[in-house]
């Protein structure tokens, strides 16, 4: 599977930015899927997760309640839905399937991704 990501750009803090992984392929229903993030000279971190059936989603702390992972099985695309963004938030994010067992399993852990998108590039400012 082809991941791509875009969607990210420079906004304010308080603002809104959905970001979209459109899959091509393969269907995104075959796999759990992720999303990350990286700042520049830090570690990639786990953001957003959802397993391959769609029902068990889980996010990472520091953005629990203002960002939503879902997923479009008609446009074959997986969405990260971010409101309320602070200047911590500010990253190059990127995109994931696992081709794991997964059923209602999700992923947090970069290790258990297969396929990457080549990241968009989120910027808040204060």
């Known amino acids: 599977v082809q991941l791509q990501a875009f969607g990210g750009g420079l906004v304010q803090a308080g603002d809104s930015l959905r970001l979209a992984c459109a899959a091509s392929g393969h269907t995104v229903s075959r796999y759990a899927m992720g999303w990350f993030r990286q700042d520049p000279g830090k570690e990639r971190e786990f953001v957003a997760a959802?397993?391959?059936?769609?029902?068990?989603?889980y996010y990472a702390e520091s953005v629990k309640g203002r960002f939503t992972i879902s997923r479009d099985n008609a446009k074959n695309t997986v969405y990260l839905e971010m409101n309320s963004l602070k200047p911590e938030d500010t990253a190059v994010y990127y995109c994931?399937?696992?081709?794991?067992?997964?059923?209602?399993?999700?992923?947090?852990?970069?290790?258990?991704?297969?396929?990457w998108g080549q990241g968009t590039l989120v910027t808040v400012s204060s």
């Open positions: 994931a399937a696992s081709t794991r067992y997964s059923g209602d399993y999700y992923y947090v852990n970069s290790n258990d991704y297969d396929y």
């Open positions: 959802m397993s391959r059936s769609g029902i068990s989603t």
